[in-house]
Each structure stands twice: as C-alpha cells, then as structure tokens.
C-alpha cells in the first residue's frame, strides 16, 4: 500500500475548470494503465467516464463498472458509437470522457480517430493525461485549445506525450492518424 500511496503523492497537474472534455489517455500498452487511471481518479475525486466492451456488463461486474464510470460501448456497431457520444454530450451538463486512442494494447501503426470525431462534433476540448511509468507519475496535462486544425492538434499532442514512458515500450505506437482522414468541423 505504501507503493500506491507514494506514487498518488507524485501526481502532476489539475483538473481543469471546464464542463465537458474528451480526457485523451496515452498511452495504452497494458491493463494497467486502466487501474492506475481509476486510482488516480479517485485520488482527484472528479467524475470521468469511460467506454468498456458491453460484454463486461453483466450482474454483478456491470453494476461495479458503471459505479467506476464505465459506459457500455458494443464495438460491433461502431458506425454510430462517435454520434451516440456526441449526443451524450449534447444531453449532459457535465460530462468528462476519457479515451484511449490508441484502441488497443499492442502496437498499432496509427490511432483510432473516434475521439477527434467526437471533440469536432461535440465542440468541446481535448485534455491530455498520461501515467509515465519510468518516473512512476500519473498526471493531468495540458488542454488544447479549441479551434486547432487536426494538424496543429496532432503536433500539441505529439510534443506533449513525447517524454512520457509507456509500460510497455514496444507496445506504443507513434501518434498518426492514418493518412486518409479528414475533419471538416
């Protein structure tokens, strides 16, 4: 426990003041990152959500994510999974979701490009978390300004990620999004 206690004592940065906020945690190469972001979570005391597969959702482990701040997301169906979020934040007051882009826990030649979709269509900002395990620190970042071409966005986010070490090295993927998309909001 003096692990845990150590390192929530070593936490970076705030929450910031906003009422909505696509929270972009990278990066993700272990089930771990997970956990330590849910302590972490706790630790701030600020109420983020976050999507698991539907499947996970049964009695009594559904009711126990859901207390966590897990949302349902069945992948199968990802054409409408981008406009059920935005409409999610379009029906809160308050709404904090924290994405993992990278979509996965191995190494991925690009990132998945729903939680830019959603920042674009939702108009609301991007805030940047992280857990950087060689100095053993989770922490809050910085929050990109609106209005930021996808260009300008992918460089703040590529710069800013750049010092912090995955859990798995070789898992982490660089931070591109494939070459054929395109974002008209």
Not at 68 to 79: E, K, Q, T, W, Y
Not at 145 to 174: C, H, N, S, W
Request: charged share 20%.
């Amino acid at each position: 426990m003096s692990t845990l206690a150590n390192r929530l004592e070593e936490t970076v940065g705030e929450v910031p003041a906003l009422g909505k906020a696509v929270f972009v945690a990278a990066p993700h190469t272990s089930n771990w990152d997970g956990i330590w972001l849910l302590v972490y979570k706790d630790a701030l005391r600020v109420d983020v959500r976050f999507l698991a597969k539907h499947t996970l959702f049964w009695w009594p482990l559904g009711t126990l994510l859901r207390a966590l701040g897990a949302m349902p997301i069945d992948r199968s169906v990802a054409r409408n999974t981008v406009q059920q979020l935005v409409d999610t934040f379009a029906a809160e007051d308050h709404l904090f979701l924290a994405l993992a882009p990278d979509g996965t826990r191995r190494w991925q030649p690009y990132w998945k490009t729903g939680f830019y979709q959603i920042v674009k269509s939702a108009n609301v900002p991007i805030v940047l978390v992280f857990i950087d395990y060689k100095n053993k620190k989770p922490g809050v970042g910085i929050t990109l300004p609106k209005g930021g071409t996808m260009e300008q966005d992918m460089a703040l986010i590529r710069e800013f990620y750049a010092p912090f070490t995955a859990a798995v090295l070789k898992r982490k993927g660089p931070i591109e999004f494939p070459p054929e998309r395109e974002f008209h909001k």
